[in-house]
């Protein structure tokens, strides 16, 4: 494909930035930043951290919500050759902890409104400096589209931390020359793959912008197209669509810190925007919302979404188009963070209801039949193995994990599928235990891990169970130590676990009994609770 051995994508902001330096790249509530603007931000980010002494191939966790911060400092981590590594603004001590560990970061980038989390970790982590946005930092006197409570709060930049964008404008040096690969690893993505706790899915400047150019060819993408920008960037679905793609093509991003249907109605109607890569329960939100109607939503184009806990049908398609005047709604694709995403994209031009899009040019796929570990036909399904330019490096110090799901330079996906003789892929299941909760992976190996720092569990297992409106929520099923105690019922139980962990991967329901089945290495043995 071309572009794909050309340049890393900050090398491609920066170009943009030399013959277009006046273009808007970002709209945040209403304020401009233009490209000229984000490339020196982003130049000062790397000079900053290399002050630092932050050196290439060094991981810098970022700690934030949608924000211009957040992609002045992706931009800038990378121009520095070290890299990005993201972790979930929804994290609790023990989810930030377990990353930072693993990890060995020794600078965060965080929103001030997360430093009491931070804060928690520094005693069980290698972190030295800490650099602290203020979402409110960035927003105009007069915002075009309503602001979320949560950014309208008071500054808390306590004395022991730096103020990253007070830091910036008081330097006047370029980002440091470091000679960079495609083959460098940009990205260090946490996912739990197939089985496990989350572990680091390294990727490369070549694999971003392999995927980039690809979903750019592919999706219907035009130089010209306003993107709005929703869903979260720290997810690699939302970087993708959400950086890359408006970088790569000069484009312009409305941004918003998290989804409000409002705000949403307020910010197409004010800023035009002609593409959106949403989710199926965003569109239906806003076709809900009172007063809709008095919102003009004639400039969106392209609309792809994915299925969560809603499907977008051609049903929903057909709403969307009467709704908005004509733009166009499908189902968006399929891709995980070990391939960074969109291994199948739907051709606008072609949509084929009930896939999840045709395969990446590029992109092989296999269906591997789980019994005979022999490739199947188009008629068959099996397990679904990719190979393109876009497979990761393997996972962060994890070489026995990476063994087990990078097999012969293919990435086993966990998913079963099929693959029709048009390159059309239809997901079927997962073979791997991931929960879906209203889009969000959710391991249970990983909630269970928390579980099991409750003094009054001695045992727990996750697992997931279907519901209308999140796709599936989490069970967990638990075994009480023995004590003298009050029994713990379930409601202290979550409680507990909406402070100590994000809040979808809280249990919904919760169950308690004598035991757990169990294998004879004492493993839970999960597939007999469901």
């Given amino acids: 494909m071309k572009h794909l051995d050309d340049k890393p994508l900050h090398e491609i902001l920066r170009l943009h930035a030399k013959q277009n330096p006046d273009k808007t790249a970002i709209i945040w509530y209403g304020a401009a930043i233009t490209y000229g603007e984000l490339d020196s931000l982003s130049d000062k980010c790397a000079a900053w951290l290399s002050t630092l002494g932050v050196c290439k191939g060094e991981p810098v966790a970022l700690f934030m919500q949608n924000c211009p911060q957040y992609v002045i400092a992706h931009f800038g981590i990378q121009k520095l050759g070290a890299i990005a590594s993201p972790c979930s603004p929804l994290f609790k001590q023990h ?5 930072l560990q693993d990890q060995g970061a020794r600078v965060i980038l965080a929103a001030d409104a997360l430093y009491p989390i931070v804060k928690q970790s520094l005693d069980d982590t290698l972190i030295e400096h800490i650099g602290l946005v203020h979402y409110a930092d960035c927003l105009p006197s007069t915002p075009s589209y309503s602001v979320p409570e949560e950014i309208l709060v008071p500054r808390t930049i306590p004395n022991d931390t730096l103020d990253l964008m007070a830091e910036l404008n008081r330097l006047s040096t370029k980002a440091p020359l470091v000679a960079t690969s495609m083959d460098d690893v940009a990205l260090l993505v946490y996912t739990s793959g197939t089985t496990g706790r989350p572990k680091g899915a390294m990727l490369t400047y070549a694999n971003a912008l392999f995927k980039t150019a690809g979903g750019v060819e592919t999706g219907g993408i035009k130089p010209h197209d306003i993107h709005l920008v929703i869903p979260p960037l720290y997810h690699i679905s ?8 408006p970088i790569y093509l000069g484009a312009t991003a409305v941004l918003h810190y998290r989804f409000s249907p409002v705000a949403t109605l307020e910010s197409i109607t004010c800023h035009k925007p002609t593409y959106w890569k949403g ?4 569109l239906q939100a806003l076709m809900d919302c009172p007063d809709a109607g008095q919102y003009d939503l004639s400039s969106l184009r392209l609309c792809p979404a994915t299925s969560f806990g809603i499907r977008t049908t051609p049903e929903l398609a057909a709403r969307w188009a009467a709704f908005t005047g004509g733009a166009q709604a499908y189902e968006a ?13 739907m051709p606008p031009e072609a949509v084929r209801w009930g896939t999840n899009g045709r395969l990446l040019p590029g992109a092989e796929c296999r269906i591997i039949n789980a019994v005979t570990n022999k490739e199947v036909d188009c008629a068959g399904s099996g397990e679904v193995f990719l190979k393109s330019p876009g497979n990761f490096r393997g996972y962060w110090k994890q070489p026995e994990k990476t063994a087990e799901t990078l097999l012969d330079s293919w990435v086993r996906t966990g998913d ?3 693959v029709d003789a048009d390159g059309y892929l239809t997901l079927l299941g997962r073979s791997k235990e991931m929960i879906k909760v209203s889009g969000y992976s959710v391991f249970p190996e990983d909630v269970e891990a928390i579980l099991l720092r409750h003094p009054d569990l001695a045992q727990a297992a996750v697992i997931g169970v279907s519901d209308p409106s999140k796709g599936e929520v989490v069970k967990a099923i638990l075994v009480a130590r023995t004590n003298n105690g009050p029994a713990l019922t379930s409601d202290e ?12 991967k809280v249990p919904r329901i919760v169950e308690f009994r004598d035991n757990l089945p169990m294998t004879a290495s ?9």
């Fill in 522 to 530: 004492g493993k839970v043995q999960r597939h007999l609770l469901q």
């Fill in 333 to 345: 694709g399929y891709g995980l963070t070990e391939t960074h995403t969109f291994d199948s994209v």
């Fill in 238 to 245: 939302g970087m993708l669509c959400g950086i890359n793609i």
């Fill in 95 to 99: 989810e930030l902890n377990y990353q």
């Fill in 493 to 504: 139980l979550v409680r507990w676990c909406k402070e100590n962990m994000s809040a979808y």
């Fill in 416 to 418: 079963i599928g099929t």
């Fill in 279 to 282: 989710i199926a329960p965003m």
